[in-house]
């Protein structure tokens, strides 16, 4: 069964401490996105991979990280310079980077820290 | 620059009535517009996408959406709603030229039916 796999689906931390949320895809994909999700503010970009080893910054990229060391995973690190990162956090891949290819979203990670 | 605009945070309509969902767009060149649905504490699901040609695009669901150039409008429609269709519904556009390919996602619209 093809598809994209988060994990958590929720996680409670406290601040100052550093969270790694899990994405995984087995489509193949080349291209995997990660975004935020906020109450009546859509979608903001916070990184994004065309390749392995390749990522490139956001819309909103100031106290996350990624890493893109496998075709399959695209791991995000919330920093605790992340000044209000409480939030839904979802993944999403593609084929390819060429625009016209829909994407494909995985259940998504509710952080929550106090 | 590109942008999605949709107007109403929430459109409520009674099952069997036909429902739309208003989607506007601005990008540089040729855009790529998709429509993806988004049940409560669930990821985005694809509906449908317009890339070129015909002007009317069917996708899942029932869905169909109608590309008009003139209006940069991409409206998202169904003759008959369901319950069921309730959920959150955001528009997005990219573009391989001028623009980004990656999307840029509207606000979503709450579709609400009631039964």
């Known amino acids: 069964d093809g598809g994209i796999t988060q994990s958590p689906k929720y996680l409670f931390r406290k601040e100052g401490q550093n969270v790694t949320l899990s994405c995984e895809q087995n489509?193949?994909?080349?291209?995997m996105y990660w975004y935020r999700q906020d109450p009546g503010q859509g979608l903001r970009l916070i990184y994004y991979?065309?390749?392995?080893?390749?990522?490139q910054k956001g819309d909103i990229a100031e106290g996350y990280s990624v890493s893109r060391e496998k075709k399959e995973s695209f791991p995000l690190t919330v920093t605790s310079a992340q000044k209000n990162p409480t939030a839904f956090y979802l993944c999403?891949?593609?084929?390819?980077?060429?625009?016209?290819?829909?994407?494909?979203f995985g259940p998504g990670t509710r952080l929550t820290v106090t | 620059a590109q942008s999605v605009a949709q107007p109403e945070d929430q459109v409520n309509v009674a099952e069997g009535n036909p429902l739309t969902v208003k989607c506007t767009y601005s990008?540089?060149?040729?855009?790529?517009l998709f429509w993806y649905v988004q049940y409560p504490n669930r990821g985005l699901q694809f509906l449908l996408k317009?890339?070129?040609?015909?002007?009317l695009v069917k996708g899942s669901y029932g869905f169909e959406a109608e590309f008009n150039k003139s209006q940069t409008s991409f409206h998202l429609k169904k003759p008959s709603a369901l319950v069921s269709d309730s959920a959150l519904y955001f528009c997005?556009?990219?573009?391989?030229?001028?623009?980004?390919?990656?999307?840029?996602f509207g606000r979503g619209t709450s579709l609400i039916v009631h039964p």
């Open positions: 489509l193949n994909h080349d291209a």
């Open positions: 999403a891949s593609s084929i390819s980077m060429g625009g016209f290819y829909e994407q494909y």
């Open positions: 990008v540089s060149g040729n855009p790529y």
């Open positions: 991979s065309q390749i392995v080893n390749d990522f």
């Open positions: 997005a556009v990219s573009t391989s030229s001028g623009g980004s390919y990656i999307p840029t």
């Open positions: 317009y890339i070129t040609g015909d002007n």
